[in-house]
């Protein structure tokens, strides 16, 4: 079994009006990202650098390839870990398995749809 990372929760929506050079706020203030040249978007969105985060990435040369967001972002971030940390432990709870045991990859989104697909049906029931 592998134990894969999921770092979805790490990911942000870019300003659009930044992309478009038109964004009035600055980086402090907008609540959407305004990555610099080095930093890669796909879809319009970003991957924060968790060492960022975490107030220990030392990577210069090269710049770090990651999004190093501003505090308010951040403190947003942290959120989004502890709630996902929280929720994938409760999914694995309910199906009987262990936090912390290694998953495969896509073992937690079937956790999730099985999840889902029970609390439809249980709905169903009280629908007229």
């Not at 990435?57 to 959120?79: A, S, W």
């Amino acid at each position: 079994m592998l134990n894969v990372k999921d770092s979805r929760w790490l990911q942000l929506e870019v300003c659009r009006e930044f992309q478009r050079n038109k964004c009035t706020r600055p980086d402090t203030e907008c609540k959407f990202a305004h990555p610099p040249a080095h930093v890669e978007v796909q879809n319009g969105r970003v991957t924060a650098c968790y060492d960022s985060i975490k107030g220990r990435c030392n990577r210069e040369k090269p710049p770090c390839k990651y999004f190093h967001p501003p505090q308010h972002l951040k403190d947003q971030l942290l959120i989004n870990g502890r709630n996902h940390l929280a929720l994938k432990n409760a999914l694995m709870q309910q199906m009987g398995m262990t936090p912390g045991q290694p998953m495969l990859p896509g073992q937690l989104q079937a956790l999730v749809s099985q999840s889902i697909g029970k609390n439809l049906n249980n709905r169903r029931d009280f629908v007229t």
